[in-house]
Nanobody, 115 residues
């Protein structure tokens, strides 16, 4: 079993920054991908960014140049640094761990960008 604990969401003004963290524990495979999805009201869940244990990253076009994903393999933790936030970034952000043993999701953390 795998547990994912997210932190770092909140309310921020447009143009501001937030940093999300996600710590995984339990049966973690040596090969996996961790990342973040988000879901805004009335919209489908979408990939924001992902990172492999080898450090390869992938970003949604809408966040390229503003968000940065990074990881700490020793602590099975992934971070999402979000800069230049826009109201359209408002959503619940979910951490995900993908590995051969299965896909695991966090409970989500709310990010609200509003003046």
């Amino acid at each position: 079993q795998v547990q994912l604990v997210e932190s770092g969401g909140g309310l921020v003004q447009p143009g501001g920054s937030l940093r999300l963290s996600c710590a995984a524990s339990g049966s973690i495979a040596s090969i996996n991908t961790m990342g973040w999805y988000r879901q805004a009201p009335g919209k489908q869940r979408e990939l924001v960014a992902a990172i492999t244990r080898g450090g390869s990253t992938n970003y949604a076009d809408s966040v390229k140049g503003r968000f940065t994903i990074s990881g700490d393999n020793a602590k099975n933790t992934v971070f999402l640094q979000m800069n230049s936030l826009k109201p359209d970034d408002t959503a619940i952000y979910y951490c995900v761990l993908r590995q051969v043993l299965g896909n695991y999701w966090g409970q989500g953390t709310q990010v609200t960008v509003s003046s």
